[in-house]
């Protein structure tokens, strides 16, 4: 009779023993569930705002495979000619004055252009100021064999202070 009631307690005491362990490694099991549930909510965001950056790129000259594809057959690298047009035009920066393609006179002091964004292999954004007032243009650019860059303003637009 001993021998039954010591074995029937041993038994429920590695019951409840298994029990408990049980119900740790379940509780582990579900924190990990949730943890990687919240990771692919992450990844999910991060892939969704990975797409509306390509879609940022899509008006860009390197993103551009026409673009790319004109620029080739001229005989030029499309990273070469952003640099080389950068160049030239940050280059007239440095001239005494305000800059040469900015339609409007500084106020505060010289316009110069501090911002480029290449469009395609013909157009270009351009963001200038004099310090305190600014603005943006578009400009038409051409490169030509010879490694002569034609420019010119299309359209700017200068906003009002605030």
């Known amino acids: 009779m001993y021998l039954f009631f010591f074995t029937l307690l041993f ?3 590695q019951y409840m023993n298994e029990k408990k362990i049980f119900g740790k490694q379940e509780n582990k099991i579900e924190s990990q569930r949730n943890k990687i ?8 965001v991060i892939t969704d705002s990975l797409e509306s950056l390509s879609n940022v790129d899509y008006f860009s000259l390197q993103g551009n495979e026409n673009a790319i594809s ?11 000619i952003e640099t080389f047009v950068s160049d ?11 800059h040469q393609l900015v339609p409007y006179e500084g106020i505060n002091g010289d316009m110069k252009i501090n ?3 290449f469009l395609n292999h013909k157009w270009i954004i351009a ?10 243009m578009v400009l038409e650019y051409y490169v030509t064999k010879d490694r002569k860059i034609e420019l ?7 906003y009002p202070v605030q």
Do not use: C, H, P
């Open 11 to 13: 038994v429920i005491f």
């Open 37 to 44: 549930n919240k990771l692919k909510d992450q990844v999910k």
């Open 70 to 80: 004109y620029i080739e057959s001229l005989g030029f690298e499309a990273l070469e």
């Open 88 to 98: 030239y035009i940050y280059d007239l920066n440095l001239k005494k004055g305000n």
């Open 115 to 117: 911002k480029l964004k």
């Open 127 to 136: 963001d200038y100021t004099d310090g305190r007032y600014w603005g943006e």
């Open 152 to 158: 010119k303003q299309i359209s700017s637009l200068m």
